[in-house]
């Protein structure tokens, strides 16, 4: 499975393939990244898992610990996920970059705007990490996908790369929740696609965005007025 292996990977050395450790682990993940850092408890991870306290606790001294195999597993699990789409030689570039997309998006959708916050609030160490892993190992992944399409004129030039891709976790995260979707009736796929199209292809139609870009290039800022 595919949790195990990453658990396995940031277990300590003698206990990676514990299964004892690994369905505490699963059970942790599930509350987790449903409730958030704050609202579980470790009673509830053990009770989840079908162990006690006390062998929940030789595992693994608290639940910061816990959180924080949970999420950098998770965060391996999207890293390798995107390597493979990378690598894979079955699409072109604009079908990669798609299926890229809504596997990024999917995964970090799962650590919600709700939960990021509790993570910088509650347990800080945790977040920095989180934030260190995002930017320098799958915003990097990305990135050299993009570079790859801006290389083949596929993308435009002017774009920032790195705030393209900051804005795109950004809004997956804060939007993909099912409160922010149930009002719009859209399901999570539905509003992938949405968010794709919009980055990907703009909000305009052809001849819209022709008339737009005709206007805004004779559009001057206006002088401040001097004050006396």
């Known amino acids: 499975m595919k949790t195990q292996r990453v658990f396995r990977v940031l277990a ?5 393939d514990d299964p004892t450790r690994v369905r505490i682990l699963e059970a942790a993940r599930g509350q987790f ?8 408890t470790t009673d509830a991870i053990a009770s989840a898992a079908g162990v006690s306290k006390a062998t929940l606790y030789r595992y693994f001294p608290g639940k910061e610990q816990l959180f924080r195999e949970v999420i ?4 391996l699990e999207i890293e390798g996920g995107i390597a493979s789409l990378i ?13 890229i997309l809504a596997f990024m998006g999917l995964e970090l959708s799962k650590l919600g705007g709700l939960l990021t916050l509790d993570m910088q609030r509650n347990a800080p160490a945790v977040w920095k990490e989180f934030e260190t892993f995002r930017r320098q190992r799958i ?3 990305l990135k050299q996908i993009l ?23 950004t809004i997956i995260q804060e939007v993909m929740t099912p409160a922010t979707l149930v009002p719009f009736s859209l399901s999570f796929a539905e509003a992938f696609q949405i968010i794709i199209t919009i980055l990907l292809e703009g909000a305009l139609t052809d001849k819209a965005r022709s008339r737009y870009l005709s206007r805004s290039a004779g559009i001057k800022p206006k002088k401040r007025r001097s004050q006396r």
């Open 147 to 169: 570079e790859e399409g801006r290389a083949s004129g596929v993308f435009r030039n002017d774009i920032h790369q790195d705030f393209l891709i900051l804005l795109y976790a």
């Open 33 to 40: 990244l449903s409730l958030g850092f704050s609202p579980v």
């Open 12 to 16: 300590p050395d003698g206990t990676k």
């Open 72 to 75: 950098l597993g998770h965060l």
């Open 87 to 99: 690598s894979a030689r079955d699409r072109d570039f604009v079908g990669k970059l798609a299926a």
């Open 139 to 141: 915003f990097a992944k």
